[in-house]
């Protein structure tokens, strides 16, 4: 089963997320209270457990969810290697739509800076939100066309 690990947010842009204990996911919008939020196409990010486990593997035992700014962390499903306009159902409520997989990682990424590498521009996927709820670790995914 593919599920939640963490839901993450930060104040600012190119930062290190913190996991709280649950989040909204506002219509055309993102995670209320997350810098990345607004109306575009990336107004959310997630990033499997299984890619941070790859850095981990790298040397770098300090990771946790977040470390790579993503919103919501996942376990249990290849992001990746899913398709733009993908749905994924999260929880009981929300649903997002996959607009982009993978990014370009800009200059001066504090992520870059502390971790020395960055998978999310490799493994990373964003989506915008077509239909709103709450989230929170523990939560199933399930993936829709």
Known sequence: MAKVVAVNTSKEKGAVKTPVAKGYLALD???Q????AG???RQVSL???????KMKQTGLELLAP?????NITTEGIVLFTLSVGTQLKIG???SVEVTQIGKECH????????????IMPREGIFAKVVRPGWIKAGDEIIISS
């Open 29 to 31: 919008w993102g995670l």
């Open 47 to 53: 990033l499997a457990q299984e890619s941070i486990c």
């Open 66 to 70: 977040g470390s790579f700014a993503e």
């Open 33 to 36: 209270g997350d810098a990345h």
């Open 39 to 41: 109306k575009w196409h």
């Open 107 to 118: 200059v001066g990424c504090a992520i870059r800076q502390i971790t020395g590498d960055c």
């Open 92 to 94: 009981d409520e929300a």
